[in-house]
T-cell receptor, first 110, second 112 residues
Framework: SQQGEEDPQALSIQEGENATMNCSYK?????LQWYRQNSGRGLVHLIL?????REKHSGRLRVTLDTSKKSSSLLITASRAADTASYFC??????????FGKGTLLTVNP | DVKVTQSSRYLVKRTGEKVFLECVQD?????MFWYRQDPGLGLRLIYF???????EKGDIPEGYSVSREKKERFSLILESASTNQTSMYLC???FGRGYEQYFGPGTRLTVT
């Protein structure tokens, strides 16, 4: 099954800066989701964007989806040390399954 | 808030043992999932269930089986544990097709 590819694999920034992560994929999707995982723990859902949507916001998070380019981006504004985590995109197709990418490791330095 | 719980955070088993990993969700979700997560490989779907007593294989079902006798509970079974099944196991649930998934805290299984 297809897998999203996050870019970059790792990102290190200072507190207060913005962080941008990208996800590219190859086939059609019904929705694309972003999740966060703190070290050694379960995943937490952040945002779901459907294929007919172009942009969604949630607090300091902004997600865009460009289905013509088969890509999505996650922007975290005014980052905090607590945002340090791995971020995954997950592709939702026509069935029940989600296919997860390998993630971007974000480190926010205080 | 949705709560997904897993029976153990850490588990150590010996090769050949039968291992049960339990997952319980409290939001009446239809769908439940079992993943394993390994460094460099990301999350891979083992099995999922879209209704009680219904199950479907995911991407890597070999060496695993599942049981869903009640809507809130989804069990992953390793019939004869092997060292290559050492991994982090994550359970998740969702309301239905096309919805977000809610994850448990994970079980780190070590097979020696």
């Amino acid at each position: 099954s297809q897998q999203g590819e996050e870019d970059p694999q790792a990102l290190s920034i200072q507190e207060g800066e913005n962080a941008t992560m990208n996800c590219s994929y190859k086939t059609s999707i019904n929705n694309l989701q972003w999740y966060r995982q703190n070290s050694g723990r379960g995943l937490v859902h952040l945002i779901l964007i459907r294929s007919n949507e172009r942009e969604k916001h949630s607090g300091r998070l902004r997600v865009t989806l460009d289905t013509s380019k088969k890509s999505s981006s996650l922007l975290i504004t005014a980052s905090r040390a607590a945002d340090t985590a791995s971020y995954f995109c997950a592709l939702g197709g026509s069935n029940y399954k989600l296919t997860f990418g390998k993630g971007t490791l974000l480190t926010v330095n205080p | 808030d949705v709560k997904v719980t897993q029976s153990s955070r850490y588990l150590v088993k010996r090769t050949g043992e039968k291992v049960f990993l339990e997952c319980v969700q409290d939001m009446d979700h239809e769908n439940m999932f079992w993943y394993r997560q390994d460094p460099g490989l990301g999350l891979r779907l083992i099995y999922f269930s879209y209704d009680v007593k219904m199950k479907e294989k995911g991407d890597i079902p070999e060496g695993y089986s599942v049981s869903r006798e009640k809507k809130e509970r989804f069990s992953l079974i390793l019939e004869s544990a092997s060292t290559n099944q050492t991994s982090m196991y994550l359970c998740a649930s969702s309301f239905g097709r096309g919805y977000e998934q809610y994850f448990g805290p994970g079980t780190r299984l070590t097979v020696t």
